[in-house]
């Protein structure tokens, strides 16, 4: 991508930039992680957790997103709130993993809308078939824990292991069939409706970022190009998406007509509008917060002495 970029076109598409439109599309940002927010209050409901606690957390993760490879902002969040709480992190984490099928949902939907008709290339069409079956294997995943939630609980209590790895499967299995069997109906429309609505403000911003750039793609071009960086990125890689984000964002831009040059540039600066603000608000959300990583760390290794003095008496 670096070989493709001209210095001379991106400072003047730079120096053409439509500021107005940048910082909308930053405003527009906070929308989906509010979304976000809410959502995961409603799963983790029976913990009657605040708002304010939750968004800080959902911060703190774009924030470790951005520095730790494999989505590990996910983890954080999730020990934070576990930590809070005073629950098992397993608990909590079931919960991310319907927000992640959830938002996976709506992105594929939005293949089907934006993305039919259009060559796709092999990376695509193999990212795209990878996410379509992570999904499906999940949610059948799922089914088959609600359909047998009871009789699964029962094998589970019924076991009493000595090795403590063996321990540790059972009381996270129990925790997983527990959160499994909370869910509804209900909860997975909620959900499913949330991820819908973050993905079209996600779009707007996105559109925004492509006008003030003046790249002149419609709405539902933009919805197309967003869908492709979402496929390409959505399974868990580089800190923050670091590479495959421009090497994807190149991709839909060149099937709209866009020179690779341009869109190189593109992808560079978008990238830092997209991720940047986010992970500045995340530190500013760890300094608030009474969180921190030293304190986990030392809280793990607390809990994993505790565990060891407790095999060996």
């Given at each position: 991508m670096?070989?493709?970029?001209?210095f001379?076109?991106?400072?003047?598409?730079i120096?053409?930039?439509?500021?107005?439109?940048?910082?909308?599309?930053?405003?527009l940002?906070?929308?989906?992680?509010?979304?976000e927010?809410?959502?995961?209050?409603?799963?983790?409901?029976?913990?009657?957790?605040?708002?304010?606690?939750?968004?800080?957390?959902?911060?703190?993760?774009t924030?470790?997103?951005?520095?730790?490879?494999?989505?590990?902002?996910?983890?954080?969040?999730?020990?934070?709130?576990?930590?809070?709480?005073?629950?098992?992190?397993?608990?909590?984490?079931?919960?991310?993993?319907?927000?992640?099928v959830?938002?996976?949902?709506?992105?594929?939907?939005?293949?089907?809308?934006t993305?039919?008709?259009?060559?796709?290339t092999?990376?695509?069409?193999?990212?795209?078939?990878?996410?379509?079956?992570?999904?499906g294997?999940?949610?059948?995943?799922?089914?088959?824990?609600v359909?047998?939630?009871?009789?699964?609980?029962?094998?589970f209590e019924?076991?009493?292991?000595?090795?403590?790895?063996?321990?540790?499967?059972?009381?996270?299995?129990?925790?997983?069939?527990?959160?499994?069997a909370?869910l509804?109906?209900?909860?997975?429309?909620?959900?499913?409706?949330?991820a819908?609505?973050?993905?079209?403000?996600?779009?707007?911003?996105?559109?925004?970022?492509?006008?003030a750039?003046?790249?002149?793609?419609?709405?539902?071009?933009?919805?197309?190009?967003?869908?492709?960086?979402m496929?390409?990125?959505?399974?868990?890689?580089?800190?923050?998406?670091?590479?495959?984000?421009?090497?994807?964002?190149v991709?839909?831009?060149?099937?709209f007509?866009?020179?690779a040059?341009r869109?190189?540039?593109f992808?560079?600066?978008?990238?830092?509008?997209?991720?940047?603000?986010?992970?500045l608000?995340?530190?500013?959300a760890l300094?608030t917060?009474?969180?921190?990583?030293?304190?986990?760390r030392g809280?793990?290794?607390?809990?994993?002495?505790?565990?060891?003095?407790?095999?060996?008496?």
């Amino acid at each position: 991508m670096l070989s493709r970029l001209r210095f001379s076109e991106l400072r003047r598409d730079i120096d053409g930039t439509t500021w107005w439109l940048i910082a909308l599309a930053i405003l527009l940002q906070i929308i989906p992680r509010v979304l976000e927010t809410l959502r995961w209050q409603y799963l983790l409901r029976p913990l009657r957790l605040r708002f304010r606690q939750l968004f800080q957390a959902v911060y703190v993760g774009t924030l470790y997103s951005g520095i730790l490879p494999f989505s590990g902002g996910d983890v954080v969040r999730g020990f934070i709130v576990a930590r809070r709480a005073g629950v098992s992190a397993v608990r909590v984490l079931s919960t991310e993993v319907v927000e992640r099928v959830a938002d996976a949902i709506a992105i594929i939907l939005v293949v089907w809308f934006t993305l039919r008709g259009l060559m796709l290339t092999f990376a695509l069409r193999l990212a795209l078939g990878f996410l379509e079956v992570g999904v499906g294997l999940i949610v059948i995943f799922g089914i088959v824990l609600v359909v047998q939630s009871v009789n699964l609980r029962n094998r589970f209590e019924a076991w009493h292991p000595i090795r403590r790895t063996s321990r540790l499967l059972r009381s996270s299995a129990l925790e997983v069939i527990r959160t499994v069997a909370l869910l509804s109906l209900r909860a997975m429309l909620v959900a499913l409706s949330a991820a819908v609505g973050a993905v079209i403000v996600n779009i707007a911003s996105y559109w925004c970022i492509l006008r003030a750039y003046h790249l002149n793609l419609s709405l539902l071009q933009a919805a197309a190009l967003f869908a492709i960086v979402m496929i390409g990125t959505f399974l868990p890689n580089t800190p923050g998406n670091l590479g495959s984000w421009q090497f994807f964002c190149v991709i839909g831009l060149q099937a709209f007509g866009v020179s690779a040059a341009r869109a190189a540039g593109f992808s560079l600066v978008a990238f830092v509008i997209w991720t940047l603000p986010p992970i500045l608000a995340g530190f500013f959300a760890l300094f608030t917060s009474p969180f921190s990583w030293s304190e986990l760390r030392g809280r793990r290794n607390t809990a994993d002495g505790s565990a060891r003095q407790e095999m060996s008496g």
